[in-house]
């Protein structure tokens, strides 16, 4: 490998290694109904700061809006969120948990913390801040 292919070789393993990990995840979260783009939704619902939108949420998931619409229908179904509308903008909707997302959202981190560990325990962990920032890094030049 030539110091050119670099880059492209390392996206690539980083696109394989996020599909390897959704599989994963979904398999393990499948007995919770849930998958790893809806826990990924409703993480960041939880985590964002009140008032935030739609919009909002679609930018910081990374993913288009009709596709953000199908999992927070899927969300709302499931009564873990709730969409109130923006009074000064009734197009606008702002999206929240509802207090069943709680325990939900801890149990799912704990299942993907536990599949963390047990696959990728074996790394070296004097590594892993370095490598953090380089994805990291890698992320923010794509934005």
Known sequence: MTEGDMPFEFVRECV???????A???????????????FTVLYWVDELPAGFTQRDLADVVG??????????????DLALIERVAV????????????AAAAPLLRELTRVCA????ERLS???KRRLPSATR???EARAALE
């Open 16 to 22: 394989l290694l996020g599909r390897r990990w959704r």
């Open 24 to 38: 994963r995840v979904d398999e393990r979260l499948k007995p919770t109904g849930m998958t790893l783009a809806r």
């Open 63 to 76: 993913i288009e809006g009709p596709t953000l619409v199908r999992l927070l229908h899927a969300l709302e």
């Open 87 to 98: 009074a000064t903008d009734r197009r606008a909707k702002t999206i929240r948990p509802t």
């Open 114 to 117: 536990e599949l963390s560990q």
């Open 122 to 124: 074996g790394l070296e």
């Open 134 to 136: 380089l994805v990291r």
